[in-house]
């Protein structure tokens, strides 16, 4: 199973683009990268998926390089808004979240 | 469909008492998943379903809590004997996987739960 990595926090400021980096050194052929969005007293959020190279959304872009050891979540011109909790996951039986990156964006 | 539904919302019960939640997905998707979070952490996985088979348990999944998910469709976590350790919210989630590939999670509002 992959075990992640992730910043405990960032800050940023509104209207900044913000990239969340996650490690995942002992990933599988077979894993997909997913990402999550938590807000206080709320379930998490899907936010992207991704196996290789790029994908982007309307809401973020997800960077994985050809290694696919991590992976970077790109939130574009961020608002107050995108303060909250995100976390990345790797493979469909890997269900455990770790403590997520802490997001601040300030005015 | 309106996505994965919780009841109740909240609970409060006391300590040593028997409380069950009930967890409905989207009916699409063939995985059901249970997991406690409390203050400041990331969601702690307990156990979680493909079709009525449970697969995996946690070992925070002690004695007292069992889990359910008779035919396949809505699912319920039943904690016995409750503790104040046991307040949290208790999430769950739904997927589609196919084979070695799942979509990802789509979770509902949570039960909060407040042992006193």
């Known amino acids: 199973l992959a075990k992640t990595t992730q910043p405990i926090s960032m800050d940023s400021y509104e209207g900044q683009e913000v990239n969340i980096t996650c490690s995942h050194n002992?990933?599988?052929?077979?894993?997909?990268i997913t990402w999550y969005q938590q807000f206080p007293s709320q379930g998490p959020r899907f936010i992207i998926q991704?196996?290789?190279t790029k994908v982007t959304n309307e809401v973020a872009s997800l960077f994985i390089p050809a290694d696919r050891k991590s992976s970077t979540l790109s939130l574009p011109r961020v608002s107050l808004s995108d303060t909250a909790v995100y976390y990345c996951?790797?493979?469909?039986?890997?269900?455990?979240f770790g403590a997520g990156t802490r997001l601040t964006v300030k005015p | 469909d309106t996505g994965v539904s919780q009841d109740p919302r909240h609970k409060i019960t006391k300590r040593g008492q028997n409380v069950t939640f009930r967890c409905d997905p989207i009916?699409?998707?063939?995985?059901l998943y249970w997991y406690r979070q409390t203050l400041g952490q990331g969601p702690e996985f307990l156990t979680y379903?493909?079709?009525?088979?449970?697969?995996?348990k946690s070992r925070l999944l002690s004695d007292r809590f069992s889990a359910e998910r008779p035919k396949g469709s809505f699912s319920t976590l039943e904690i016995q004997r409750t503790e104040q350790g046991d307040s949290a919210m208790y999430l769950c989630?739904?997927?589609?996987?196919?084979?070695?590939?799942?979509?990802?999670?789509?979770f509902g509002s949570g039960t909060r739960l407040t042992v006193v």
């Open positions: 009916s699409e998707h063939n995985r």
């Open positions: 379903f493909q079709n009525e088979a449970q697969l995996e």
């Open positions: 991704g196996y290789k």
């Open positions: 989630a739904s997927s589609l996987s196919r084979g070695a590939f799942s979509y990802g999670y789509t």
């Open positions: 002992n990933i599988a052929t077979n894993d997909y």
């Open positions: 996951l790797v493979g469909a039986n890997d269900m455990r």
